[in-house]
Nanobody, 124 residues
């Protein structure tokens, strides 16, 4: 069992930066792939980025590539999503998720554990 708690969301002006954190509890955190998704009530969840358990493999959505960096600190059992050059279109609720298998890490339905989400609002 893994529990995830996101933090770091907030209000930022366009062009600004935010770093989201995802604190995990449970055992063998380093065994889990971690992903970030964003989803507003009226939309399907959109993949943002994912990282393997060791941190050596990362994936990014085309919409954020070059502006977003996913990372993790297994010693602190925490994952991170550094977001730069934010745009109003990045406004959304951001969720972190975890699962055992790296494959299909861009598919929302393959994740087993989810955090409660953190709101990111980018003003123009």
């Amino acid at each position: 069992q893994v529990q995830l708690v996101e933090s770091g969301g907030g209000l930022v002006q366009a062009g600004g930066s935010l770093r989201l954190s995802c604190a995990a509890s449970g055992r063998t955190f380093s065994s889990y792939t971690m992903g970030w998704f964003r989803q507003a009530l009226s939309k399907e969840g959109e993949f943002v980025a994912a990282i393997s358990g060791s941190g050596s493999i990362t994936y990014y959505a085309d919409s954020v590539k070059g502006r977003v960096t996913i990372s993790r600190d297994n010693g602190k059992m925490t994952g991170y999503l550094q977001m730069n050059s934010l745009k109003p279109g990045d406004t959304d609720v951001y969720y972190c998720a975890a699962k055992r298998v790296l494959a299909k890490s861009d598919i929302r339905g393959t994740y087993d554990y989810w955090g409660q989400g953190t709101q990111v609002t980018v003003s123009s």
